[in-house]
């Protein structure tokens, strides 16, 4: 079986976020399981890397209007072939970055750089005849879209890691624009519309779950949501708009939830448990010294600073931010690692002045380590959460995390009420409860440290044994996506 796996982004080369990861991990998973697996990315910036060795591909075509060249480099990692798709017009100089964000007109600059990327990768799917094309998000929904129209023999997998990014443009955004013969095509066209017709909008994620043969989200509880109609005063983002679609896909049996495995640093054992508890010691000691008064119960976060991550503890409850709440409990201190969005880094770094309050604005992957390793609690109330990769390596270091009961989350913590519970989950009926709800589980769980020391130990000793792996997932990816489009 081989299949070729495209992405925007693929650690350890260019990564962003989680699709970052999966892209890194989930092809070495399946190449162990005896799966032929190459990797499709764009390079971002020019050639300048000495273990990019070789070009294997050179090719020119027209894209909206301009003679476009593109060169394809490979080498090999970990004994996959990564394909990196170079352009100087769409991933060079003010495009280098993975993501190009656009203010007047959001998704702008991406569905041109990801509909030109669509393109070139097929010109690179019909020379390597994959029996699969497995993609990732609204950026390559193109890609299936192009693939359904030109009627290309290969399956098309689908994983959807975030529904709330869609690419949703204007029509007359795109009249002049190659991807404009994609809503032409009488077939394919319908797909392409974003199902809001008020909109007059094309959605390429909703042409992409339209046009996939097969499809996942990231963990089980996700894929149950987003089949879900949103609801704001819950604070549920459901489907976005494309609930109905999504239902419908599950309902044919073609949408499933798969869980994100993780790459732990090794196995679970009680010699390593407990010297991981003295290097917590260790860390939480080194944490401390950004407090101006004493630390009793140590909540960390570390995070991107967007609405996703930090909403809640944004948000007012009796005439306060949650934060302010969590902050009064006395004992209670909280260090933030976060970047990203101005409105919510500017949010954290009020606090900055706080006895109690620890403020990073930065990407730091050792302070990250030393955060999830030397806190009491995680802290990760996410508005939504796909599956989540944070609460996963908190677990590990034998730190329990405080979550919303949403998404990944609700499929990786177990409520500590719970006889194997490894965390703390809230959840509530609307949106002053579940904020009340945040509030009081802090208070809930620094009580439980306090007063239940050995059964708070046996929590962490739960969650340092929990072991999410790829080796599972790749079993459902392989039986339940793969296999059904090659029989």
């Known amino acids: 079986m081989k299949i070729l796996y495209i992405a925007a982004e ?3 080369f260019f990564k962003a976020g989680g699709v970052g990861d999966v ?24 050639i300048g890397d000495t ?120 029509e007359n955004v795109i009249a002049q624009w190659d991807m404009a013969n994609i809503l032409k ?11 809001n017709a008020n909109l007059n909008s094309v959605n390429p994620l909703a042409l992409a779950i339209s046009t996939a043969h097969k499809l996942n989200t990231v963990s089980p509880n996700y894929c149950r949501e987003i089949c879900t109609p949103e609801n704001p005063k819950q604070l549920f983002p459901g489907g976005k708009g494309l609930d109905d679609l999504c239902k419908k896909r599950f309902q044919q049996g073609d949408l499933l939830g798969i ?18 508890l003295k290097q917590k010691k260790k860390m939480k000691n080194l944490l401390v010294k950004d407090f101006k008064k004493p630390v009793k119960f140590l909540l960390g976060f570390v995070g991107r600073a967007v609405e996703q991550k930090l909403e809640l503890l944004t948000l007012e409850f009796k005439g306060k931010s949650v934060l302010d709440h969590i902050l009064d409990i006395p004992g209670v201190a909280v260090a933030f690692l976060a970047t990203g ?25 050792e302070k990250a380590k030393t955060i999830s390793l030397g806190c009491d609690l995680f802290l990760m109330p996410s508005l939504f959460e796909p599956c989540g990769i944070a609460q996963m390596d908190s677990m590990q270091n034998a730190t329990p995390a405080l979550v919303r009961r949403t998404g990944g989350l609700a499929d990786t913590v177990i409520p500590h009420t719970q006889e194997q519970g490894t965390g703390f989950v809230f959840e509530g009926g609307d949106e002053q409860e579940i904020l009340e709800n945040l509030i009081k589980t802090v208070k809930i769980a620094m009580e439980f440290y306090f007063h239940n020391p050995k059964e708070f130990l046996d929590l962490q000793r739960r969650a340092y044994n929990q072991r999410f792996l790829w080796s599972r997932a790749t079993d459902d990816y392989i039986a339940r996506l793969y296999v059904p489009l090659t029989q």
């Open 10 to 12: 693929c650690k350890p």
């Open 23 to 46: 892209a890194g991990e989930l092809p070495w998973a399946l190449k162990k399981k005896g799966i032929d697996v190459e990797v499709v990315i764009p390079y971002y910036g020019s």
């Open 51 to 170: 273990s990019i060795k070789f070009k294997t591909l050179d090719y020119r075509f027209l894209f909206n209007g301009r003679d476009e060249h593109v060169e394809i480099y490979e080498t090999l990692h970990d004994s996959i072939p990564i394909n990196f798709v170079k352009n100087s017009n769409y991933f060079e100089g003010h495009y280098s970055n993975i993501y190009v964000n656009s203010p007047h007109i959001p998704y702008y600059d991406d569905a041109l750089r990801f509909s030109f990327f669509s393109e070139a990768c097929l010109h690179l799917i019909s020379k390597k005849n994959p029996q699969i094309v497995h993609i990732n998000d609204w950026l390559l929904g193109y890609l299936l879209g192009r693939m359904e129209m030109l009627k290309m023999k290969q399956g098309r997998v689908l994983t959807i890691h975030n529904v709330v990014y869609q690419g949703n443009m204007g």
């Open 185 to 195: 095509h009488p077939r394919v066209g319908p797909q392409f519309r974003d199902p």
């Open 259 to 276: 869980l994100n495995g993780f790459n732990y640093r090794g196995d679970p054992g009680e010699n390593h448990f407990q010297e991981l």
């Open 341 to 365: 969005e101005e409105k919510y880094e500017k949010f954290l770094r009020n606090y900055s002045h706080r006895d109690n309050c620890s403020v990073t604005i930065a990407f730091d992957k």
